[in-house]
């Protein structure tokens, strides 16, 4: 499974950005699909993941009631939308892929991941 994430760019507080990751290989209806970021000098974080079927979607709490996580099954596209975005938002975004319909947290349960697309908040 390839992942190509994009969407990227530099924004101000309080606007909103979509990104999106496409997949190609494999089956991607079958696969949770997630979020992560890394922002400069910290380690990389989960965001946001979302179920195979698209039913559960779970988020860190960082980023609930701002983010949204969706899926477009016939398109083999994850999206990430962003509202509210603040400089703590500043980071590079990954998109990952797990081969299991369950979505789950850990990094270490990803078996695919795209190249990250950075997304800068200023203030």
């Known amino acids: 499974v390839q992942l190509q994430a994009s969407g990227g760019g530099l924004v101000q507080t309080g606007d909103s950005l979509r990104l999106s990751c496409a997949a190609s290989?494999?089956?991607?209806?079958?696969?949770?699909v997630g979020w992560f970021h890394q922002a400069p000098g910290k380690e990389r974080e989960f965001v946001a993941v979302?179920?195979?079927?698209?039913?559960?979607?779970i988020y860190a709490d960082s980023v609930k009631g701002r983010f949204t996580i969706s899926r477009d099954n016939a398109k083999n596209t994850m999206y990430l939308q962003m509202d509210s975005l603040n400089s703590e938002d500043t980071a590079v975004y990954y998109c990952?892929?797990?081969?299991?319909?369950?979505?789950?947290?850990?990094?270490?349960?990803?078996?695919?991941w795209g190249q990250g697309t950075l997304v800068t908040v200023s203030s």
């Open positions: 979302i179920s195979s079927s698209g039913a559960r979607t």
């Open positions: 290989g494999g089956t991607f209806s079958t696969y949770a």
């Open positions: 990952a892929v797990r081969r299991s319909s369950l979505p789950l947290l850990a990094q270490s349960s990803y078996d695919y």
